[in-house]
T-cell receptor, first 117, second 115 residues
Framework: EAQVTQNPRYLITVTGKKLTVTCSQNMNHEYMSWYRQDPGLGLRQIYYSMNVEVTDKGDVPEGYKVSRKEKRNFPLILESPSPNQTSLYFC????????????????FGSGTQLSVL | GDSVTQMEGPVTLSEEAFLTINCTYTATGYPSLFWYVQYPGEGLQLLLKATKADDKGSNKGFEATYRKETTSFHLEKGSVQVSDSAVYFCALKGDYGGSQGNLIFGKGTKLSVKP
């Protein structure tokens, strides 16, 4: 089954304790992206990756890191989490983000609810 | 820069009522337009899309028409069901010559349908 898998589903941590949220897709997609969803603010992009070893900042990258060493995986790293990073996080992927590529549909994971105390 | 504005919710309707969720956009050129839906406890999934002016996207009884003259992509459904209760996101992808066409999302509109 084609899917984007995020883990964990729920995470409670404390300020400053490094954490990683994993994301994996089994569709051989080039493009992957991380979003955070907050009430009243909708979805905001954190980082994205056009392909292996190619990553770039989205709208709200501060406090986050990513890596894309393999095509299928795109982990989100919080080196020193703070309470303002409490949010619902989504990973997404698509075959290609390029206009006219024929497949612009984004596939989303089920989300990771993070609470930083 | 490019942006999407959609009506604020929440929207509460009775079953079989008519639904409209307004969405307008600001973009240069000819962006692609999308509606995504997020059911409770799930990630977003594509509901419908339109890639050029006057195109109508449709799926599951929902429709939206790409109106270049009014820069709008309003979502409509003639008769909503309780199972349509979800958050709906309007989104656009810019018409760029390069490869940086990330999706830009509206803030979402929560729909609740009562039996």
């Amino acid at each position: 089954e084609a899917q984007v898998t995020q883990n964990p589903r729920y995470l409670i941590t404390v300020t400053g304790k490094k954490l990683t949220v994993t994301c994996s897709q089994n569709m051989n997609h080039e493009y992957m992206s991380w979003y955070r969803q907050d009430p009243g603010l909708g979805l905001r992009q954190i980082y994205y990756s056009m392909n292996v070893e190619v990553t770039d900042k989205g709208d709200v990258p501060e406090g986050y890191k990513v890596s894309r060493k393999e095509k299928r995986n795109f982990p989100l790293i919080l080196e020193s989490p703070s309470p303002n990073q409490t949010s619902l996080y989504f990973c997404a992927s698509s075959r290609s983000p390029r206009r006219g590529a024929g497949d612009e549909k984004l596939f989303f994971g089920s989300g990771t609810q993070l609470s930083v105390l | 820069g490019d942006s999407v504005t959609q009506m604020e919710g929440p929207v509460t309707l009775s079953e079989e009522a008519f639904l409209t969720i307004n969405c307008t956009y600001t973009a240069t050129g000819y962006p692609s337009l999308f509606w995504y839906v997020q059911y409770p406890g799930e990630g977003l999934q594509l509901l419908l899309k339109a890639t050029k002016a006057d195109d109508k996207g449709s799926n599951k009884g929902f429709e939206a028409t790409y109106r270049k003259e009014t820069t709008s992509f309003h979502l409509e459904k003639g008769s909503v069901q309780v199972s349509d209760s979800a958050v709906y996101f309007c989104a656009l992808k810019g018409d760029y010559g390069g490869s940086q066409g990330n999706l830009i999302f509206g803030k979402g509109t929560k729909l609740s349908v009562k039996p």
